[in-house]
């Protein structure tokens, strides 16, 4: 080969490829529908006027509608429950403006292939004028590494990125990410959005086609069962469908509903918000004193299967914290279930973890013990410290008397009474009270027995 064929050869290799034939970019039609496809995805909205629920994010000006309808290109981060239209609403962005539209799963591809897709969006916007809706499912489990490859792509809007997580993404999305995308909460579709979703799908020829009688009664049960979770209802619905297909019948009726699908959803995680939601809730439930809101809260945890240990421990602790002396018992009950639950399991264990539940729901409150222990502790880390009184100080060695220690300290028992006057606290504390009984339950009398200690050890 000539030198100057060799020449022309390696320039050929480091010439910028010629852009790919086409047409530019333009709004898309949707998509066939793919008849054997699930019921969920056969009915996914098409417009933003099938979308039911999140009128927040949707309604006149609302940022969602504007980033749809192509006038605030921004990325985004879409947070919320299972069911609730966020692949949907990925879908609907580069769908309504003419984007190109790739998806990818936190739970299978990884650094290389976020690379392939923002270097392919690059290319594509440099010759085709193309821009590139990338949207990931569940982008909490992506590691550090993994969301920092999107840094730079997000920020010179190479892709409009589209995430979707069920986690909180102030816990679960690095925090570069986070500043440089719009976090938007969807929330739980109400049993009205749920309803109005399942008769659209009962009538809609992309669904049933009108082929089935929904009884009022199973419908009901469907809404009930979802939870707010459109795609749950959908696939209950189809199931249901199935079943009366099967029979021969064109009736779906609530028999045929339980027959199918007999548990409902439970929103919970144990790793992320829901957890600290739920175990929020079920506390603050124990100290409201709602019995039958903090069952609630337990029945979804243990549920959800949730860590009966961790569920003992909190109730250790709030027996001490909601309850304390107000009835010096309930300690001793969520200690004994705590031990029942290690002792017996699952799922006997719930009835130990109910009745200490129980227990300290409806027992009288009072935070004394925590808010004295807190005064303490925060006197000793402000400096409040001062050396110990030389008569309580150990006397048991060769040379303490000399230095004074153990030296007129008054022994209690002593006198008939049990209590006699004698400086305990340091000097620099004399005078300074933490525990300040209520007069709710057995604290009741420790309101009143608490002064005249007091009295009797300062005064004499």
């Known amino acids: 080969m000539a030198q100057d064929e060799l020449f022309t050869v390696n320039s050929d290799l480091t010439r910028p490829p010629e852009p790919p034939a086409g047409p530019g970019p333009g709004p898309r039609e949707p998509s066939r529908v793919d008849p054997h496809a699930p019921l969920a995805v056969r009915m996914r909205p098409r417009s933003l006027d099938e979308v039911v629920g999140q009128r927040h994010l949707l309604g006149p000006g609302a940022p969602l509608r504007r980033l749809v309808e192509g006038a605030a290109p921004a990325s985004v981060l ?30 299978s591809a990884g650094v290389k292939e976020v690379r392939g ?43 409009l990125l589209v995430a979707a997580t069920t986690e909180n993404p ?64 959908l696939t209950a619905l189809e199931a249901a469908a199935d079943a009366a297909a099967a029979k021969g019948g064109d009736t779906i009726d609530l028999t045929t509903v ?7 959803a439970v929103r919970y995680d144990r790793d992320g918000d829901q957890h600290y939601d739920v175990i929020s809730a079920f506390i603050k439930s124990i100290r409201g004193s709602d019995v039958d809101a903090a069952l609630h809260y337990l029945a979804r945890m243990i549920e959800a299967g949730e860590d009966p240990r961790f569920l003992a421990r909190r ?50 409150k009072s935070n004394a013990v925590i808010a004295g222990i807190d ?4 006197d000793v880390r402000a400096g409040r410290i001062g050396t110990v009184p030389p008569h309580l100080r150990d006397g048991h060695y060769a040379g303490a008397a000399r ?37 709710r339950g057995a604290e009741r009398t420790l309101a009143e027995r608490v002064p005249r200690l007091r009295r009797t050890l300062r005064d004499g």
């Open 78 to 107: 879409l947070y919320g429950p299972p069911g609730t239209g966020k692949t949907t609403l990925a879908n609907l962005v580069s769908t309504a403006t003419g984007r190109r539209f790739v998806a990818l799963s936190a739970l």
């Open 315 to 364: 109730l250790v602790v709030h027996a001490s914290e909601d309850i304390g002396m107000a009835d010096p018992t309930a300690l001793q009950a969520a200690v004994t279930a705590a031990h029942a639950v290690q002792f017996i399991g699952m799922p006997e264990g719930r009835l130990a973890l109910a009745q200490a539940t129980v227990h300290l729901a409806t027992a009288p």
């Open 170 to 233: 102030s816990f679960s999305v690095v925090s570069p990410l986070l500043s440089r995308s719009l976090v938007l909460q969807l929330h739980p579709l109400t049993d009205d959005d749920v309803r109005g979703l399942v008769r659209r799908a009962a009538a809609d020829e992309r669904g049933l086609a009108g082929r089935f009688i929904l009884a009022e009664d199973a419908e009901d049960h469907v809404v009930r069962l979802a939870g707010g979770d459109a795609r749950r209802a």
């Open 258 to 264: 339980e027959s199918t699908v007999d548990k409902a």
């Open 117 to 159: 897709v923002i270097e392919e969006a690059r290319r594509r916007r440099a010759y085709q004028a193309e821009d590139t809706v990338l949207f990931i499912d569940e982008v909490h489990r992506f590691s550090r590494t993994q969301q920092d490859a999107l840094l730079g792509a997000v920020e010179d809007r190479t892709v």
């Open 375 to 378: 005064a303490a502790l925060a």
């Open 403 to 439: 230095l004074g220690n153990a030296q007129g300290y008054r022994y209690p028992h002593d006198v008939p009474e049990g209590v006699l006057a004698q400086q305990y606290p340091p000097d620099e504390l004399v005078g300074r009270d933490y525990y300040h009984p209520t007069q």
